[in-house]
């Protein structure tokens, strides 16, 4: 044997030696009972941060996301409701931008930071199913889901139910495991947190319901305090809530039926369909590449392919029963079977029209249905394999986020909902604003896409007002923007600019018209000019040459 040969063979057993210890570290720490929990906060921390980076270079050529300054504008006023939704993603997003700046890096921040919270939660329901080292596997799984990293970017009440719903979740194991009426009370404020994100947690809240009805154990949890006490919980922390609702004469609901009710039955099978293939398609990634990682051990030196039943135990019945909770995992595998099929049936029956976001909070167990599954083979290697496999598409994502965004800016030159520069607009329309009346500017009309932009951007973060919307986020009025003066904006390249125009004429009569284009150039490629027409309405007492301050 040359030295040519012996080298390379002394490389690859330094290498699998190095890879055999971390391996056994990982799996040893995943496994302990206090090392566990920072490893698992350790790796959401690492996993928020190096993602928040990442959507930072992604998203440089684009101002935030619509989704995102409307929740930055609930957070500006502290309501029981905004109108659209219940409050709880406007109080977060209201105390987030207390602590950090108003700046798209601080909006990715807070994207990543809830889907870290959401990950370590995933990570306490799995200890109460699995064993420490599958409950570990399922957190990785979960990183390398697309909701949890590139299709996290948007903070909002989609997103936010990645907190509140695991919560739900682990309350109700907590529940169905003690029976007592302490956990009913976590259970039912859980249920009412999960409710004050959005309403259609009640997906989340029927799957419970079927899970203990069908589980059969469910008379020993039935007859416990802990249900009933979390129902009286529930309606009572939701009281003041439902008042709101109530003395908003039901604008939340309204919104939810004028919106996405549908008459064709044809287009609602047509997006239950989208809806179906675009969740199943996202859960792929992160079943195949952990199928990868388990596949990946060296089994005997058998492939899967090979050997597609290498993944299975080969240990018996008892054996297995020491990984998996077959009682909770029962649970979870109802939860999620029931989340799967019912909401989509439900959209076929009701002709409702499915967005394909709304799944984004119902398949956060997956992973751990699929994982608890007690003859699948877990081997300690297989820890290693999946956290590299994160680690290589989470570096290589990171190096090519900036190259990513010049690339799609310039395949998409027109692309106005992306790469409008309303930011620049905002920035112009305040200084307008400043040098007229030498007042904070206070208001800001003008459809949903435009309003709660201005609101982010500007310094002065006016309140958004909509014209004709029927579900007012209450955070103006009509009455208080023409006392305080206001700025109309509509969009040219909007198609419901003649109705934008009609209601200025109607209700900004002595404005000041302008027409303000704006364009954004990102690494030499410019983005579409688009037009604004402005009417830049005085305050209601206004006398130019004496500023007044809105109160």
Aim: hydrophobic residues 50%.
């Amino acid at each position: 044997m040359t030295a040519v040969q012996v080298l390379p063979a002394t490389a690859r057993a330094r290498t699998s030696a190095i890879v055999r210890r971390i391996a056994a570290w990982l799996a040893a720490a995943a496994s302990d009972r206090k090392a566990g929990l920072w490893l698992v906060i350790g790796f959401a921390l690492a996993h928020a941060v190096l993602w928040t980076f990442i959507l930072i270079n992604l998203k440089a050529a684009q101002d935030v996301h619509m989704d995102v300054a409307e929740g930055f504008a609930w957070g500006q006023k502290f309501q029981l409701g905004y109108g659209k939704h219940p409050p709880l993603s406007g109080w977060i997003a209201g105390l987030w931008f207390r602590i950090f700046p108003v700046a798209d890096w601080a909006t990715y921040a807070l994207a990543m930071a809830t889907l870290g919270c959401g990950l370590v939660i995933a990570w306490l329901i799995s200890l109460r199913v699995v064993d420490r080292r599958r409950a570990f596997f399922v957190v990785v799984m979960l990183a390398l889901y697309p909701i949890f990293n590139f299709k996290g970017y948007k903070y909002n009440p989609d997103l936010l139910q990645l907190v509140t719903l695991p919560l739900l979740v682990l309350a109700y194991l907590h529940a169905f495991e003690k029976r007592s009426a302490r956990a009913g009370l976590w259970l039912g404020l859980a249920g009412a947190l999960a409710l004050m994100t959005k309403y259609w947690v009640l997906t989340m809240i029927g799957a419970i319901g079927i899970a203990a009805l069908l589980h059969p154990d469910r008379l020993l949890f039935l007859r416990s305090p802990a249900p009933w006490v979390a129902i009286v919980t529930l309606v009572v922390a939701m009281m003041p809530h439902l008042l709101w609702l109530k003395d908003t004469d039901f604008v939340a609901v309204t919104y939810a039926g004028d919106v996405y009710g549908l008459s064709s039955r044809t287009q609602s099978l047509q997006l239950v369909l989208g809806y179906i293939g675009h969740n199943l398609a996202l859960l792929a990634v992160p079943v195949v590449l952990a199928a990868v990682a388990l596949a990946w051990a060296p089994l005997s030196r058998v492939s899967l392919a090979r050997r597609p039943l290498a993944l299975s135990a080969r240990t018996g019945p008892a054996g297995a029963d020491r990984s998996v909770n077959r009682s909770q995992a029962l649970n979870i595998w109802i939860i999620q079977i029931v989340v799967a099929i019912g909401p989509p049936l439900g959209g076929l029956i009701f002709s409702v029209y499915m967005k394909t976001d709304w799944g984004i909070s119902l398949f956060f167990l997956t992973p751990l249905a699929l994982v608890a599954l007690p003859r699948l083979r877990m081997q300690r290697i297989a820890l290693f394999h999946i956290t590299a496999i994160w680690l290589v598409v989470t570096l290589a994502a990171l190096a090519a986020s900036p190259t990513i965004a010049v690339r799609e800016m310039a395949d998409n030159p027109n692309g106005a909902s992306s790469y409008g520069a309303r930011s620049q607009l905002a920035r112009e329309l305040t200084q307008a604003w400043h040098a007229r009346f030498q007042t904070r500017w206070g208001v800001v009309a003008g459809t949903t896409e435009i309003g709660e932009p201005m609101t982010f951007y500007s310094p002065d973060h006016p309140a958004p007002y909509t014209p004709g919307e029927l579900w007012s986020s209450g955070l103006t009025s009509l009455e208080e923007a023409k006392r305080l003066g206001f700025i109309g904006i509509c969009d040219t390249s909007d198609g419901r600019l003649p109705v934008c125009e009609a209601w200025m004429a109607a209700n900004a009569v002595n404005a000041e018209p302008l027409t303000i284009t704006t364009q954004r150039f990102f690494h030499g490629h410019p983005g579409p000019a688009i037009s604004w027409k402005v009417y830049i309405t005085p305050p209601g007492k206004f006398r130019p040459g004496i500023p007044e301050t809105p109160p």
